[in-house]
């Protein structure tokens, strides 16, 4: 095999971060630029050529339509370049998963796109940047990981961008996948594929859009009463996701509430506050107009 041609889009996150100790807890995420952590990984002796940018330099809390805008940018020239054979982006953990499942939406699956991010800042005894950017690129660099839309690198798993979420605030092992649990398993010499690519064709499923609507997400809890919809709904509101009890259940009076808008118009969608389980369509759906998220959680239904 030649060798492969990566390209690096850095945002930012614990794998870009400091603490003033090995031993501390509080860090700041985005503090390594991408020429720094480029020489981090040159130690490493993996054969590729790396070439990076950086797009931001922040901790994924800040991550929204402004930066995504760039990186989508960024990844789609890459993607168009015949001398690339892969993209890698580093990212926050906390929301890495909103960032892979909107690029799944709205790039083409031509090419491998693998999204990578730390538990650990890179002063930390047990920094897990550099393991999982190694998996990473043995990712990026298999023509196989084509096909299979945005993939998500953490610990020595390769998840679906349509699966992944963050299940655990500490541990490196904080990654869960729903409804598949993950897609393959990588180490730096080594990777294994559960099944074949199942994204075949190579065009984009969606357009990207700079100006996202604005869709708030209702996390609902016991004792909830209607007039928290009203707080949450504005002028500005396209949409609305119900974080949901159970299989996206809510207390009577809010059901009501926001069939009521659904009536108008506004589109309802029913997910569910828990960490896995399916929101199925139900007879109700059709009468309220709401929904179903099934397997997505509320933050990628929105
Ligand atoms: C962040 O998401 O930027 C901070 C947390 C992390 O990267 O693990």
Redesign the pocket.
Known sequence: MNTPNLTVFAT????AGKADSATRHDYR?GQIGIAEFLGLVEELGIAANLTGEQIANI???DMGPEIWQRLHLAISKSIADPDCDGVIVTH????VEETAFLLDLTLPTSKPVVLV???RPATAVGYDGLRNFANAMRVASDPDAAGRGVLVVMGDRVFAARDIRKSRTRGTDAFQGFPRASVGLVTPSSLDWFGAPWRVGEEARFPFRADLPDVPILFVHAGMTPDYVARLVTDETCGVVVSGLGEGNMPDPVRQALAAMAAEGMPLVRASRLDEGLVDREPEDDENRFVAARALNPQKAR
Do not use: K, W
């Open positions: 930012g996150g614990t794998i995420p901790g994924s809390e926050g953990t906390d929301t991010g730390a538990m």
